[in-house]
Nanobody, 112 residues
Framework: QVQLVESGGGLVQPGGSLRLSCAAS????????MGWYRQAPGKQRELVAR???????DYLDSVKGRFTISRDNAKNTVYLQMNSLEPADTAVYYC??????WGQGTQVTVSS
């Protein structure tokens, strides 16, 4: 098992930036992938970005070029750098280990 704790959410104006962090309770080196998902009110949860244990990354089309996922295996932490934020990015963001273990989520609100 692994416990995941997200942080870094908040309220930001359109065009602003946030960096989300996901701290894992044990090493993430061997985990197949670490992902960031989001769920907006009335919508299904969707995969925003994931990073494989080999370093390859995948992104939701609507965030490509704006979001960057990274991992620090020494710190057992995964990050999501979000730039040029838009109101459509407003959601609860969840960290996940291979889609099996989940954090509690952190709210991101993009509004003027």
């Amino acid at each position: 098992q692994v416990q995941l704790v997200e942080s870094g959410g908040g309220l930001v104006q359109p065009g602003g930036s946030l960096r989300l962090s996901c701290a894992a309770s044990r090493t993430i080196f061997s985990i197949a992938y670490m992902g960031w998902y989001r769920q907006a009110p009335g919508k299904q949860r969707e995969l925003v970005a994931r990073i494989m244990n080999g370093g390859n990354t995948d992104y939701l089309d609507s965030v490509k070029g704006r979001f960057t996922i990274s991992r620090d295996n020494a710190k057992n932490t995964v990050y999501l750098q979000m730039n040029s934020l838009e109101p459509a990015d407003t959601a609860v963001y969840y960290c996940s280990a291979s889609g099996m273990y989940w954090g509690q989520g952190t709210q991101v609100t993009v509004s003027s």
